[in-house]
């Protein structure tokens, strides 16, 4: 069992930056697909960025953050990061960190932070 515990949402004026964190319980090694959605109340919860590791990595954002978010991890921080930079007022949602593992099945998700995006 691996908890996710995200941190870093706030409260931020349109093109301004944000970072937030995913701090794992466990090692994020035996995981090869670890990344950041989001969700607003009434819409369906979406992909954001996505890191995918096999024989190399492929990271993948969404055409409406492309450019402007960055998806990192830093394995001996057991950490996964989401640098946000000229945040739009549509990038308000809930912000949700999640690891998985194609191997095992493992699918572990965090509890979601706040990001609110002032005009």
């Known amino acids: 069992q691996v908890q996710l515990v995200e941190s870093g949402g706030g409260l931020v004026q349109a093109g301004g930056s944000l970072r937030l964190s995913c701090a794992a319980s466990?090692?994020?090694?035996?995981?090869?697909?670890m990344g950041w959605y989001r969700q607003v109340p009434g819409k369906q919860r979406e992909l954001v960025a996505t890191?995918?590791?096999?024989?190399?990595?492929?990271?993948n954002y969404a055409d409406s953050v492309k450019g402007r978010f960055t998806i990192s991890i830093v394995n001996a921080k057991n950490t996964l990061y989401l640098q946000m930079n000229s945040l739009k007022p549509e990038d308000t949602a809930v912000y949700y960190c999640?690891?998985?593992?194609?191997?095992?099945?493992?699918?572990?998700w965090g509890q979601g932070t706040q990001v609110t995006v002032s005009s």
């Open positions: 890191i995918r590791i096999g024989i190399g990595t492929i990271l």
């Open positions: 466990g090692s994020l090694f035996s995981f090869n697909a």
């Open positions: 999640n690891v998985r593992s194609d191997s095992s099945g493992a699918d572990y």
